[in-house]
């Protein structure tokens, strides 16, 4: 016996209806692609050729910056012998790209146990470069040296330790060492994790910040770099930076996160301010 089939017509709107709604679709679409969000997506799904991100962490490391979410346990289990230092210093600390000085409490915590003297960077979120900012950050610069006397050691941990190798290019004469911890100041500055997020976030391309900088050029005073080949977020190569672009590169086994919180982070700061010599 032969299946029946039924057919149902569908309903049709009316032609004039269905244009009007096509124009009124064409018109949104061009109402969109007017607007700052849709530049920051375009930023965002930029495409660009391979080998521009040729070394960037891959997924397994990206996912291992998960050890972040033990960190309280641990922390709280954690004995740091911190040994007083006989050589005081006076330290700026610069977040990364997204993070508040908060997240830097605990380092910061460590060092004024050792001795020294710590203070914040004077902004909250860092939410990326503007020249606005990097004269707020010179200006708080200057007035530590001032007030305290002495040279500053900045710290910057990611885009902080961008921050610090380009203001100490601006104001040498008061710093007396740049140490930077996973920051991407060497190589492709698309070799990362995270480059199309902060595109999106700030609004302009990693290779056209607003503000004059030559990345890879080395500042005028002695400048660490501390990389990770953990590090899930940025390059390893590009973070270690090469031959003349820094004076020394150490490397840890940290998470990018970890710079902010990992014990033998902590020891090596300690070690490179008990070294530093105005």
Same mark, same amino acid.
Not at 36 to 47: I, K, M, S
Not at 71 to 81: A, Q
Not at 230 to 247: F, H, K, L, S, T
């Given at each position: ?24 679709? #064409?018109?949104?679409? &061009?109402?969109? $692609? =007017?607007? *700052?969000?849709?530049? %920051?997506?375009?930023? /965002? +799904? ?81 939410? #990326?470069?503007?020249? &606005?900012?990097? $004269? =707020?950050? *010179?200006?708080?610069? %200057?007035?530590?040296? /001032? +007030? ?131």
């Amino acid at each position: 016996m032969a299946s029946l089939r039924f057919a149902f017509d569908r309903p049709r709107l009316p032609a004039p209806l269905l244009a009007a709604a096509s124009a009124a679709g #064409g018109r949104a679409q &061009q109402a969109y $692609a =007017a607007t *700052e969000l849709a530049r %920051r997506v375009a930023l /965002a +799904r930029e495409v660009i050729p391979e080998e521009h991100q040729s070394g960037k962490p891959r997924l397994v490391r990206l996912l291992g910056e998960a050890q972040v979410l033990l960190e309280p346990v641990r922390r709280h289990r954690r004995k740091l012998v911190l040994v007083p230092t006989a050589n005081r210093q006076l330290v700026m600390l610069l977040p990364g790209f997204a993070t508040h000085p908060v997240r830097m409490r605990y380092l910061a915590r460590q060092l004024e146990s050792a001795g020294h003297l710590v203070k914040r960077w004077g902004l909250g979120f860092n939410w #990326g470069p503007t020249e &606005q900012n990097f $004269a =707020a950050v *010179e200006t708080r610069l %200057r007035e530590l040296h /001032a +007030r305290h006397g002495v040279k500053v050691v900045l710290i910057g941990w990611s885009l902080g330790g961008l921050y610090a190798r380009e203001i100490a290019k601006r104001q040498p004469q008061a710093v007396a060492k740049v140490v930077t911890m996973g920051s991407p100041f060497s190589g492709s500055p698309r070799a990362n994790n995270v480059w199309r997020a902060y595109q999106f976030i700030t609004g302009h391309s990693v290779d056209a910040p607003p503000i004059a900088a030559e990345l890879a050029v080395k500042p005028p005073v002695e400048t660490v770099a501390l990389w990770s080949a953990n590090d899930g977020v940025i390059a390893p190569r590009c973070a270690a930076g090469r031959p003349g672009e820094r004076d020394r590169a150490i490397p840890l086994r940290c998470t990018h996160l970890g710079f902010s919180y990992d014990p033998q982070v902590i020891e090596t700061l300690l070690a490179e301010l008990e070294s530093t010599r105005a």
